[in-house]
């Protein structure tokens, strides 16, 4: 049986874990190259929500020095934080990238549906 209360407490683990099993399903049951790529963008998504929830503390303040907190404040690690961040940059790339190509072989074989480009080539 699962204990909700567990689901209710973590669900932003839960929340990114579906979110990368849609990404992951929309890559492995699409055949059309920009659906597939929207997939990558769910995943990455996921993904993301992971480590953010993962660098979160409950009562924390941001890793800036001011003399008005006490002693024992707790900070958020700002690393997840980060590399989130570098995440956004290289997801955007590469997203930008693929649709690049996406358009390419639009041009080149009239069609974004990878089994039929397989089909022609």
Do not use: W
Request: with cysteine; hydrophobic share 55%.
């Amino acid at each position: 049986m699962v204990d909700l209360s567990a689901l209710m407490l973590n669900y932003p683990y839960v929340i990114s874990i579906i979110l990368f099993c849609l990404g992951c399903l929309c890559i492995l049951t699409q055949h059309n190259l920009i659906k597939k790529v929207i997939g990558i963008n769910i995943m990455q998504t996921g993904i993301f929500l992971f480590f953010i929830a993962l660098g979160n503390i409950e009562g924390g303040v941001a890793p800036i020095y001011d003399p008005k907190l006490p002693a024992g404040a707790f900070y958020i690690n700002p690393l997840p934080s980060a590399l989130v961040l570098t995440g956004i940059v290289v997801s955007f790339s590469v997203t930008s990238f693929a649709l690049a190509i996406i358009v390419k072989l639009y041009q080149f074989y009239g069609t974004v549906y990878a089994p039929k480009i397989m089909r022609t080539r």
